[in-house]
């Protein structure tokens, strides 16, 4: 996974041999320009990271190499990757129940993120119900009925065209009168475009007040997933992202762009279509992933 960042730099920092060889950072610092765009890394964000690069290598008051590089780099990434580090763990939530609205355009991923989540939460040993919120779309209700047995997690549903609000309501109540953790509410997905959609949106989170309320972004469309975020932000409100579908040919670059120009947690990290596979999201390991050490 994120092989695509991962083979060329380690291509790139592989070539040049070991930290006494001089190399011409400048052309290194465009060859790593180049290799993040290429990865959907926004163009102001990778400017950022090779300047950033530029500072810590010339404070080092000497001529640098490329494990010197390779380290700039890495640790500035890790420092970008830091500031979308999730400030609660949400399986640590002592709240009962602590409801959680995901939000997102279509096909993104929401529904299968749920069972996830679900999925994730009995296996901590905790009780957690779905809410069928995306009365919306046809056959979401059955879709999200069967990921609910797949992961033996009860679903709340009313009827197709039914009022998402009411659904997320019935499954707050059920949740409270039998000390149930947690309450997952999906929703349909929304173009951002479409203001009767965001309406019905705001009255799901009035009516259900989530304690958190999560975007869901598919990784694969890259930089766009800045203006998805920027226009939930502005109709809806949302606390953190969830970015999904980092085994397809995403190509990662958006993991990092979200991270630094979102300016909003980010919770999770989907990784293919199965119930186990979602990981958190750990700046470390995902910045030690992209920029490799030396084999
Ligand atoms: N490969 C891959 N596919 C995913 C991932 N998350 C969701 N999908 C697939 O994306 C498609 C749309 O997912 P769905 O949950 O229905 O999206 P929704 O419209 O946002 O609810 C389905 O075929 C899912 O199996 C992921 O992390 N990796
Ligand atoms: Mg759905």
New binding site residues.
């Given amino acids: 996974m994120f092989d695509g960042l991962r083979k060329k730099f380690a291509a790139l920092f592989g070539r040049g041999g070991g930290s006494e060889e001089v190399v011409k950072r400048a052309e290194v610092e465009e060859k790593i320009l180049e290799i993040l765009l290429e990865a959907d890394v926004s163009l102001e964000t990778a400017e950022k990271i090779v300047k950033r690069m530029e500072e810590r290598v010339r404070a080092m008051g000497r001529k640098v190499g490329m494990n010197d590089l390779r380290e700039a780099l890495r640790s500035v990434v890790v420092e970008m990757l830091q500031g979308a580090r999730p400030p609660v763990d949400i399986m640590e939530q002592a709240k009962k129940p602590y409801v959680i609205l ?1 939000l ?13 989540m679900a999925h994730l939460i009995k296996k901590s040993g905790r009780r957690v119900v779905i809410a069928a919120g ?1 009365t919306f ?1 046809a056959g ?1 209700i059955e ?1 999200i009925a069967i990921l609910g047995e797949q992961v033996g997690v009860s679903v709340i549903k009313h009827s197709s065209g039914g009022d998402p609000a009411a659904v997320a309501y019935d499954a707050i109540e059920h949740a409270a009168s039998r000390g149930i953790d947690f309450v997952l509410i ?1 929703s ?2 929304r173009m951002q475009t479409n203001r009767n959609l965001m309406d019905e949106m705001k009255k799901i989170k009035r009516v259900a007040k989530p304690d958190l309320t999560l975007l ?1 972004i ?1 990784a694969v469309v890259g930089q766009d997933a800045v203006n998805q975020a920027r226009a939930f932000a502005e109709a809806v409100g949302f606390d953190g992202v969830i970015l ?5 040919d995403a190509r990662g670059g958006a993991v990092i762009t979200v991270a630094e120009e979102v300016g909003k947690p980010i919770y999770y ?5 199965g119930m186990d ?2 990981m958190p999201f750990d700046p470390v390991w995902y910045a030690n992933r992209i920029v490799p050490s030396p084999e």
């Fill in positions: 995901f997102g355009i279509n096909g993104t991923g929401k529904t299968t993120t749920i069972g996830k995306d779309r979401a879709q999906d349909a997905g869901v598919d999904t579908k980092l085994d397809t990290l989907g990784v293919g279509q596979d979602l």
